[in-house]
T-cell receptor
Framework: NAGVTQTPKFRVLKTGQSMTLLCAQD?????MYWYRQDPGMGLRLIHY???????AKGEVPDGYNVSRLKKQNFLLGLESAAPSQTSVYFC???????????FGPGTRLTVL | AQKITQTQPGMFVQEKEAVTLDCTYD???????LFWYKQPSSGEMIFLIY??????QNATEGRYSLNFQKARKSANLVISASQLGDSAMYFC?????????????FGTGTRLTIIP
């Protein structure tokens, strides 16, 4: 099993550009999450999904959109990137909300 | 609001010694869960151990154990017989039903360095 994978691993954007981060999991997990990690801070939840076709806002949702069209995939979109969105983005999944979350390797995004 | 506090930004420990990483939490609920994750320099987040608030026994997973003191609201991670590969960032996190079971709140982490 590959677990949780993220594409791409690195990306540099200019202010105002858009992009989509892809997260895929092969563990048949219901729950999927997007976090961002900034220096000196722990991870903060951006959006999450409790099942195919559902999404919900987390702690820091502004400037991001998500979609969960297929159970195994969770996409994070930035419509108009800003320098404040420079961060490392982690995707995670869990079988149920009470279980441990399994994380992907992360995507390092720089917005110039 | 729920909060996780890790007061040790960095620690240096001699190889083969035991190490305790501190974590205190704040919640108004009686039902919650506590997690520890390891983040090596490669960047991935690795789940280590879980403690439920109603679990009577302290959680253990191999060399990892969780010293859970509910009245003091602390959930310290203990690593026995430390190894060079234990050098990493360690994050304490809490699932708090008051904010939705889906949400994990993370502390700011402790950077552990094992000295040969």
């Amino acid at each position: 099993n590959a677990g949780v994978t993220q594409t791409p691993k690195f990306r540099v954007l200019k202010t105002g550009q858009s992009m989509t981060l892809l997260c895929a999991q092969d563990m048949n997990h219901e729950y999927m999450y997007w976090y961002r990690q900034d220096p000196g801070m722990g991870l903060r939840l951006i959006h999450y999904s409790v099942g195919e076709g559902t999404t919900a806002k987390g702690e820091v949702p502004d400037g991001y959109n998500v979609s969960r069209l297929k159970k195994q995939n969770f996409l994070l979109g930035l419509e108009s990137a800003a320098p404040s969105q420079t961060s490392v983005y982690f995707c995670a999944s869990s079988y149920q909300e009470y279980n441990e979350q399994f994380f992907g390797p992360g995507t390092r995004l720089t917005v110039l | 609001a729920q909060k996780i506090t890790q007061t040790q930004p960095g620690m240096f420990v001699q190889e083969k010694e035991a190490v305790t990483l501190d974590c205190t939490y704040d919640t108004s609920d009686q039902s919650y869960g506590l997690f520890w994750y390891k983040q090596p320099s490669s960047g991935e987040m690795i789940f280590l151990i879980y403690q439920g608030s109603y679990d009577e026994q302290n959680a253990t997973e191999g060399r990892y154990s969780l010293n859970f003191q509910k009245a003091r609201k602390s959930a310290n991670l203990v690593i026995s017989a430390s190894q060079l590969g234990d050098s990493a960032m360690y994050f304490c996190a809490m699932r708090d039903p008051n904010f939705g079971n889906e949400k994990l709140t993370f502390g700011t982490g402790t950077r552990l360095t094992i000295i040969p």
